[in-house]
């Protein structure tokens, strides 16, 4: 596959999926550079990806016609900052992956004009599993949309959104999504053995539980209420757990879980701005 020569400001987890993905996918590994601080970790991506390394996110970011910001959202002002001259020089597509930074910010940082794509992933991205949510602003071409997905559907599906202001809604659900997955499953586990299951059969029987019924969302077209009900035949024990669930009103807890993440998340942009 051929591709624009992309530059990754930051070498974490989350850049190693895309990068791996994206090599899976048949781009070139000359073709990525990245920008990474810390040396033991340019010499693991060299290693294991045969990409390019610099210790300089400027020297990175003057190689690469598409820049992916994978770093924390603390540093990204500052991050920008160093790289604005450069982009009003290239103008690169800027593609950001950092929670809760808009991209009017984005386009500020970088010293204006910039077309920004902001990109949401989550953690299963790092099994090529993952789902991200994008929003591209009015300066992004349709060559350009097309980029920003080819780089996200490395890591997994992608879905965009035309409204930035629910991308913050974005993150509550998928970016955040899987330790809610991980908090019921640590609970199914625990519950399993209090009921007597040792804890190695409990682990497979929550994990497979989990694992199967999410294919089944996937690959039946169904809707989750209508799984629900097959398997809940009346006065039956599925019957039973479900109507415990719901007198402790657990979709009520679910809507107040996510717009605490919604709200974070917009408290975080302007925690930045």
Not at 33 to 50: N, S, W
Request: aromatic fraction near 4%.
């Amino acid at each position: 596959m051929s591709a624009s020569p992309l530059t990754f400001i930051g070498g974490g987890n989350m850049a190693r999926s895309l990068i791996a993905g994206l090599i899976r996918q048949g781009v070139a590994p000359a073709q990525i550079h990245v920008a990474e601080p810390v040396t033991g970790l340019r010499e693991q991506l060299t290693a294991d990806f045969g990409v390019k390394t610099y210790a300089s996110a400027t020297e990175a970011a003057a190689q690469g016609t598409v820049w992916v910001l994978a770093v924390k959202p603390q540093v990204l002002r500052d991050v920008c900052a160093a790289l604005s001259d450069l982009a009003r020089a290239k103008q690169p597509l800027v593609l950001s992956i950092a929670a809760g930074i808009t991209s009017a910010q984005l386009e500020r940082w970088l010293g204006g004009n910039s077309a920004v794509v902001r990109a949401m992933p989550n953690t299963p991205a790092l099994l090529g599993a993952g789902v991200t949510g994008l929003y591209a602003t009015a300066g992004v071409s349709v060559a350009q949309r097309a980029q920003a997905d080819m780089v996200l559907a490395s890591a997994g599906r992608t879905v965009w959104i035309d409204d930035e202001a629910r991308m913050d809604a974005v993150t509550a659900v998928s970016g955040s999504g899987p330790a809610y997955v991980f908090l019921l499953a640590e609970a199914m586990e625990a519950a399993a053995v209090a009921q007597g299951l040792p804890a190695d059969a409990a682990r497979t029987l929550v994990v497979q539980t989990l694992l199967g019924a999410s294919r089944m969302l996937d690959e039946s077209g169904e809707a989750p209420t209508e799984l629900r009900r097959r398997v809940t035949s009346p006065n039956g024990t599925t019957q039973a757990a479900i109507e415990s669930f719901q007198g402790d009103d657990f979709e009520a807890i679910v809507a107040r879980a996510i717009d605490a993440a919604t709200r974070r998340g917009q408290a975080l942009s302007a925690a930045n701005d």
